[in-house]
């Protein structure tokens, strides 16, 4: 069975920092990218990074680049996302998800996702 597990969210204030981390179990990823989206709410959900399993290359909605970085840790099954500066805007219930091949701002074609944790973000 197919797991991804988010943890690490929290309530921070504008300004702040906050670490994501989601691990991944029940399959090989070599062949996926894992990719971090986030919903606010009555919003859409929005894609936020991704990075390949296989070689590390990441990219980024334009909303957070220069403020939130995207790792992996092969050896724990794990992907991260380090936020900084957060600001109110960045409050979401934010999901990772795994989709075949190079990573995708498309929702609908991640084959797997995890429940989420929610980030506040006040003033």
């Known amino acids: 069975q197919v797991q991804l597990e988010e943890s690490g969210g929290g309530s921070v204030q504008a300004g702040g920092s906050l670490r994501l981390s989601c691990v991944a179990s029940g399959r090989t990823f070599s062949s996926y990218s894992l990719d971090w989206f986030r919903q606010a709410p009555g919003k859409e959900r929005e894609f936020v990074a991704s990075i390949s399993w296989s070689d590390g290359a990441t990219f980024y909605t334009d909303a957070v680049k220069d403020r939130f970085t995207i790792s992996r840790d092969l050896t724990k099954n794990a992907v991260y996302l380090q936020m900084n500066s957060l600001k109110p805007e960045d409050t979401a219930l934010y999901y990772c998800?795994?989709?075949?091949?190079?990573?995708?701002?498309?929702?609908?074609?991640?084959?797997?996702w995890g429940q989420g944790t929610q980030v506040t973000v006040s003033l």
């Open positions: 998800a795994a989709v075949q091949g190079p990573g995708s701002e498309y929702a609908e074609e991640h084959d797997y």
